[in-house]
């Protein structure tokens, strides 16, 4: 069966802008986490989305914020993006969220 | 209490040899710990997992031993080979769902 998508690859955005990502988990799945990766900071959890709803939420600002549709697709928005948000983001998917999580590839995100 | 501490940061070891990574963690209702490994330009992928009523489990040449009383649990990986080397992170779930992940450990298998 397909994998977790994630949509565009790489982005190139600059201060001030906002951006959205996309992520499209593997059929079934319910839930969907997303994740901030920095060199030498690890993965840093934003938010997970569960049947339509948020269910854990990470410490980040405001600025960072997430939707899931009731297909399971998910999309998160930064606004007034900040140099600090360069950084590759991660989608995760799994059916319950206490099981094996699977990842897409990430979207690569550069701030100018 | 929700953290889970991992060491070593980073860790070089000849091919061959064993690599141990180890893990910590406070909260007694963690209930599902899984090591994840991921190469550069690619999410984390599930390597092997473990719950809290078993003390050991191997697949391969992975094995997580967990000492429930320590609250720790580690991943040894025997025979290290060359492509090994990536970066591992260990995790652990409670019953909100949520994955608490540990730092990462760069794993470099030396020829």
């Known amino acids: 069966k397909a994998g977790v998508t994630q949509t565009p690859r790489y982005l190139i955005k600059t201060r001030g802008q906002q951006v959205t990502l996309s992520c499209s988990p593997i059929s079934g799945h319910r839930s969907v986490s997303w994740y901030q990766q920095t060199p030498g900071q690890g993965l840093q959890f934003l938010f997970e989305?569960?049947?339509?709803?948020?269910?854990n939420k990470g410490n980040f600002p405001g600025r960072f914020s997430g939707r899931q549709f009731s297909n399971s697709r998910s999309e998160m928005n930064v606004s007034t993006l900040e140099l600090g948000d360069s950084a590759l983001y991660l989608c995760?998917?799994?059916?319950?969220?206490?099981?094996?999580?699977?990842f897409g590839q990430g979207t690569r995100l550069t701030v100018v | 209490q929700q953290q889970v501490k991992q060491s070593p940061q980073s860790l070089i070891v000849q091919k061959g040899g064993i690599s141990i990574i180890n893990c910590a963690y406070e909260n007694t209702a963690f209930d599902y710990f899984p090591w994840y490994q991921q190469f550069p330009g690619k999410g984390p992928a599930l390597l092997i997992a473990?719950?809290?009523d078993v003390s050991e489990k191997k697949e391969g040449r992975f094995t997580i031993s967990f000492n429930k009383s320590a609250k720790q649990f580690s991943l040894h990986i025997m025979d290290s080979q060359p492509g090994d080397s990536a970066t591992y992170f260990c995790?652990?779930?409670?019953?909100?769902?949520?994955?608490?992940w540990g730092a990462g450990t760069k794993l470099i298998i030396k020829p």
């Open positions: 995760a998917s799994s059916t319950q969220g206490d099981t094996e999580a699977f």
């Open positions: 989305y569960f049947s339509e709803t948020q269910r």
């Open positions: 995790a652990a779930t409670d019953s909100n769902y949520q994955l608490i």
């Open positions: 473990i719950r809290p």
